[in-house]
């Protein structure tokens, strides 16, 4: 992702990218509930974060599905022909809310029978829909760029619309990746920054990652080489494995004549037109049709590297490596759920590249590291460079996502996505199906323009944000707060799907469905609550530089944070600049004319030692005196 506001700030100031989105996908073989799951971030600074359900319709004979230009700025979409969160009736009651008219399409195919229910998000990527079928979401760099229809050019889709497409159409992995691989050829594909010259090819490919309840795969996509179509290739995840997409393409050798790959049917053919491949040899797709250069490659592949190393250390995978990543990693324990949301709130802890270590992470060891902006007197050749490290989870990531697909299950169940907001590692995903006739509001309310006291994402970032004020002493306190909350209510998501399946096998369809969206809601308003009370909790235990404590007590407790030792050291605290008493020695009587002298290297004794000797002698004097009259003094008085 990474428009919007990221688009003018690149565009106008030329720093480079604003990049993000993480996805990640996990054969069923290789988890601890034997299902696969599919999971991502969303990492952007003016996003749609709103979720909505679309409903499976009929469809009459020659009707047709429009297809809408790309925009994740809020609002995403204005159609009430969608969904309820894409309606004007659920636009934000500002006072410009009359320039959000309704969106135009930008031309349309031919329709199908029958469609499926899905949930889609703001961002325009679909994710799951009552099949199960499970979608994620990274973009990644690539050769060939090509504009809009809208725009002076031939290419007619966006990776959002291929997205929702699928899941409205298909029943499986495999089945997706096959309808947007022909759809993107037959009418085109197009990337993001297309216009920019400085910034096109940057996001010129997607990748997604795409999963049922039985196989897992990988899918890339990017513009051809004429304008007028697309090449893509995907890769079927071993069912013992797992792979991860970081803004970088990952599948290497494009096998021919293969059940585990898929490709356009251009691809050897473009490879060859371009020079970039001969007959005979190995087609690699990072390198024949990912980016020109390498540039943000650190970026992208340090959180392949983690995952690698979280999942599959047995591997030992350098760092140093990351040209040579594989596609798939074996995982060397089965996955849980536990493990993908550790994930999903990774900073490096713990790691060689721990971001919460280390002067950048200031004295409370925040492992956020702010977009490169030209403040005080930089300039974008200063920064161009130069950046800080990145790991999954970020503060400017909008919502994240874990599907879990299980074929057992009927529709009505597995057709359930988890979805929190803000930054993972103070957030609680929540679990919504795709089967509810309504959505709760905590999920499709809310934009960037003002605070929403109803929106999951207003309450998350309000909590992430002061957590990040002195994160090494909160984020402790935080988070078994936040894992027993989650704990429990998986606990009960799964109670509940369990019955809610007896239900859908007795015939009692309509009675699960009830008991799926009652309960959806009451957990929506449960974290919503949670966060809030949570950040009331903790303002009151941590503020203005203390820890307040005992709050039961007849009195609290209170300390101060201070600053760690390291970081002392690290800003010259111990160096004169900072003494407050400028001299070890007190300033001393002049040699010659009485007066006090200021300079510390001077000789000679101290009036405040002359006047300390006077006055011990007096008190010894004294003392002595008294002792020696008092055996005349009668006893008792």
Known sequence: MGRGLCLFLAVSLGLGLCLGCTTGVIGRLATTDGVTYVFGTSDTE?????????????????????????KQVYPHLVSGDRSFTWSKENLEDLPQKELWKRTDPIFS???????????????????????????????????????????????????????????????TAREAIKLM???????????????????????????????????????????????????????????????????????????????????????????RRQGLWRKGQKLDFVKVYGPLNDDLIKYSTDRVWRAAQLWNPSRGEPRENRQNYPTNFH???????????????DHYEGSEIDLTKGIESGPFGDPDRYDKFPVDGLTKGDLKEHSFLRAISMFRSIYYHIQRSDASLPKEVNGRVLIGFHEPSESIAVPVYVCSKTLPKHVVAGSMFSYDDTSLYWAATLLGNWVHKAYVHIHPFLMPLIKNFETNMYNEMDKVEEEAVVLVKAGKKDE?????????????????????????????????????????????????LFYPKEWLESIGFFSQRFRIVENSKIRSLGAGNGSLNANPTTTGVSLITVVSMICTVVLAFKLFYSRKHSSYLPIGN
Not at 46 to 70: E, M, Q
Not at 144 to 163: H, M, N, R, T
Not at 193 to 214: I, R, S
């Open 46 to 70: 003016n996003g749609d974060f709103r979720a909505a359900v679309v409903h499976g319709k009929k469809h009459k004979a020659g009707s047709t599905r429009p297809i809408y230009p790309l």
């Open 109 to 171: 195919i031919p329709q199908v029978n029958e469609t499926y229910s899905l949930i889609e998000t703001g961002g325009g990527y679909g994710l799951v829909n009552e099949f199960g079928v499970a979608i994620g979401e990274s973009t990644c760099g690539a050769r060939f760029v090509q504009k809009p229809i809208f725009d002076g050019g031939y290419a007619s889709f966006e990776i959002g619309e291929l997205s929702q497409i699928a899941l409205e159409r298909t029943k």
């Open 512 to 560: 699960a469905i009830k008991l799926l969206e009652e309960k959806q809601l009451e957990w929506s308003n449960d974290t919503r609550e949670f966060l809030r009370t949570t950040f009331y909790q903790i303002v009151s235990k941590f503020h203005d530089g203390l820890v307040y404590g005992n709050p039961a007590g007849e009195s609290v407790t209170v300390h101060s």
């Open 331 to 345: 995982a060397d324990r089965p996955i849980s759920l536990e493990d993908v949301i550790a994930l999903l709130r």
């Open 181 to 271: 691989g022909l759809l993107a050829e037959r009418h085109g594909y197009y990337g993001a920054f297309y216009n920019d010259p400085a910034l096109q090819h940057d996001e010129a490919g997607e990748a997604l990652t795409v999963a049922d309840g039985k196989e897992a795969w990988i899918f890339h996509i990017t513009a051809d080489d004429t304008g007028k179509s697309a090449v893509w290739c995907a890769q079927r995840v071993p069912d013992d494995s797992f792979s991860i997409v970081a803004n970088r393409f990952v599948i290497r050798e494009v096998v021919e004549d293969s059940d585990d790959f898929l490709y356009s049917s251009n691809i050897f053919e473009i490879a």
